[in-house]
């Protein structure tokens, strides 16, 4: 009997534990939102976010301890362009311009209630150095937006919920 109520307990304060440590990753978060207001973004706050001045490309943030970035782009699109046409077109450019691309992983979900295609992959930098990257592609009112989440594959392996978490908190505003 004694030997039960010692597991309960410590079951208890295991879960309080995670309990804490849920809410404070939660509250230690920051809101991006772009200059127009058109999307907002949260993303932990011991990320770095950088004054980048480029066109189209609204948001970067970075982890630099790990190696981890992640990049929110978006452009007008012409009223005929499809999400499928789009994220094939990107492929075939990936093929075509990232050094040993290979594909390992693709998808859909919804963010923020928009259909959303996925794609893993990994490749070399222009240095050489092996990098693995989830992008994600979607369209909202004939603008393209897409969400770039990159690592070195040591890095990216290891925090395999980190990027998945900051794109589901993506909204349009």
Request: hydrophobic share 40%.
């Amino acid at each position: 009997m004694e030997k039960k109520i010692l597991i309960l307990v410590l079951s208890v304060l295991f879960i309080s534990s995670l309990t804490f440590a849920v809410t404070n990753q939660i509250a230690e978060t920051k809101r991006y939102y772009s200059k127009n207001n058109e999307f907002s973004m949260e993303f932990p706050a011991k990320w770095e976010k950088l004054n980048i001045i480029e066109a189209n490309i609204y948001l970067v943030v970075v982890l630099p301890s790990e190696f981890l970035s992640i990049t929110v782009s978006s452009n007008s699109l012409p009223p005929h362009m499809t999400l499928d046409t789009v994220y094939n077109k990107s492929i075939n450019l990936l093929q075509q311009s990232v050094n040993d691309f290979q594909q390992i992983e693709t998808g859909q979900i919804n963010i923020a209630g928009v259909r959303t295609k996925w794609l893993v992959y990994s490749g070399k930098t222009i240095r050489g150095n092996a990098q693995k990257v989830l992008e994600y592609t979607l369209i909202k009112d004939n603008r393209l937006y897409t969400i770039t989440c990159i690592g070195n594959i040591v890095t990216f392996n290891r925090n395999p919920n980190t990027f998945k978490t900051i794109i589901q908190s993506f909204r349009f505003e």
